[in-house]
């Protein structure tokens, strides 16, 4: 399975990006796929996630109700739409499946930047 992610670019604070991550190969619709980011100077973390049996969202505190995950198993693809971006949103953003769905991400994009200004 690889992936491609893009959409990343330079916003102002406030603004809003979509994500987009092409999946080839593999069970897609199966996959649990999830976008991270790595903000400079810091550890990876995960930012949402999205199932692959009931398409049920997650999302981690700090962007509920500014990012949304969505999918489109026809064509193999996740999208992160991010509104009322912040500048501690300036990050590389990743996309990853997890074909076992165990919250183990075997597959990863290469990542785009988003970059925030203030």
């Known amino acids: 399975v690889q992936l491609q992610a893009s959409g990343g670019g330079l916003v102002q604070a406030g603004g809003s990006r979509r994500l987009s991550c092409q999946a080839s190969?593999?069970?897609?619709?199966?996959?649990?796929l999830a976008w991270f980011r790595r903000a400079p100077g810091r550890e990876r973390e995960w930012v949402a996630r999205?199932?692959?049996?009931?398409?049920?969202?997650y999302y981690r505190d700090f962007v509920k109700g500014r990012f949304t995950i969505s999918r489109d198993d026809d064509k193999k693809a996740v999208y992160l739409q991010m509104n009322n971006l912040k500048p501690e949103d300036t990050a590389v953003y990743y996309c990853?499946?997890?074909?076992?769905?165990?919250?183990?991400?075997?597959?990863w994009g290469q990542g785009t930047l988003v970059t925030v200004s203030s």
């Open positions: 999205i199932s692959g049996s009931d398409g049920s969202t």
């Open positions: 990853a499946a997890d074909p076992t769905r165990t919250l183990t991400f075997d597959y």
């Open positions: 190969g593999g069970a897609f619709s199966r996959y649990t």
